[in-house]
């Protein structure tokens, strides 16, 4: 039997401290309940000590039968991958990047030089999206794949919903990139229309965009409800009260929360952005429209209430392709890459 090789995986594993699960923990999990041998790092909530700390795992990380994976994203975070990266060059440590920002492409073409040393050094670049993948073919990198983000689906029971009523939800960080306003801004409308709307938004409350949020909330005294972070077993839970799942980002790659709705059969209506159309395509699985668009975000909404075999239709569909992020089928892509 191929002895495994022996993982140090870095990412932000700050869930500790009230923010979401990342690659780092819920990949890393399934990788040692798989049989092999993985270290996660950091858990440490500030920045400066984090990448001391990652640094300081793959320097002492040993290079026989190992292999790194680095989480890497398009903001700071960036700069934890391609300082891990050098170090693990200098050691003779092959690396895996795991591509998590949408806005990636940005990245490639701001900091060209440093994109090129971290990515095209790599063993793969490993993509959750046919969008990045793309994107990255395009720059000229050729040591992509392509492995979507996996999940328990059977964890998620899907509901049938021959009737929508408008009652929104909403799961994501309260961070600017991801627009939780435009969903305020959307129910303050569709509230002319239907004086019985009512939206739940879940995600921690810990960021500098919430407070605009609800003091929005407050001086218009809108019907939203602020869950606050929940485990992934109370907000599935608490979706089975709502009927249509709002996606507000301005970029995104593949985002869990959306794939998750699908599973659970809510109609979805999301932003055209980043890595959705190549998950969700308009119409058959979701309903796509322009970022920071209110009016287009409404009448999707409404085309949805008053059409709902239509919509029943398109969870259907969504549910069927989401059933191909299993991890019974993910496990092998990642099995196979590992060990080449």
């Known amino acids: 039997m ?47 000590l984090r990448l001391l700390h990652m640094l300081w795992s793959v320097f002492c990380f040993p290079r026989k039968h190992s292999v790194l994976l680095i989480d890497t994203y398009s903001t700071k975070n ?15 440590i092959p690396y895996i990047c795991i591509l998590h920002g949408g806005d990636l492409p940005t990245r490639l073409k701001k ?7 971290l990515f095209n050094k790599a063993l793969y670049n490993v993509a959750p999206s046919g969008y990045l993948i793309h994107q990255f073919l395009q720059q000229g990198y050729t040591n992509v794949r392509f492995i979507p983000n996996g999940f328990d689906v059977s964890d998620y029971s899907f509901k049938m919903r021959k ?15 991801y627009h939780p306003l435009l969903a305020i801004q959307v129910l303050k409308q569709l509230l002319e229309t239907y004086a019985e709307a009512q939206l739940s938004m879940v995600g921690p409350l810990d960021n500098d965009v919430f407070p605009r949020c609800k003091a929005y909330v407050e001086k218009h005294q809108l019907p939203v409800h ?34 998750e709705a699908a599973a659970l059969g809510i109609p979805i209506v999301s932003t055209r952005v980043g890595g959705i159309p190549y998950l969700l395509e308009d119409q058959k699985h979701a309903l796509l429209v322009e970022p920071n668009d209110v009016t287009m975000m409404l009448k999707a909404i409404e085309n949805l209430i008053e059409n709902p075999l239509e919509a029943y239709q398109r969870t259907l569909n969504a549910r069927q392709l989401i059933e191909e992020f299993d991890w019974g089928i993910i496990k092998e892509k990642w099995i196979q890459v590992l060990n080449s």
Request: hydrophobic fraction near 40%; charged fraction near 25%; proline fraction near 3%.
């Open 226 to 259: 602020f869950t606050g972070k929940l485990s992934k077993k109370e907000w599935i839970s608490l979706s089975a009260n709502f009927d249509i799942f709002l996606n507000t980002t301005n970029f995104d790659n593949t985002p869990m929360s959306l794939m």
């Open 2 to 48: 191929e002895k495994r090789k022996k993982i140090l995986y870095l990412g932000n594993q700050l869930s500790k401290h009230g923010k979401n699960e990342t690659g780092v923990e819920f990949l890393g999990r399934m990788l040692m309940s798989w049989g092999y041998s993985v270290k996660q790092v950091s858990s440490c909530k500030n920045s400066v």
């Open 163 to 177: 009737e929508m009523a408008p009652r929104l939800l909403w799961v994501r960080s309260f961070a600017e990139i």
């Open 78 to 92: 960036f700069w934890y991958a391609y300082l891990s990266a050098k170090l693990a060059r200098i050691k003779r």
């Open 111 to 117: 900091s060209p030089k440093a994109s090129h040393d």
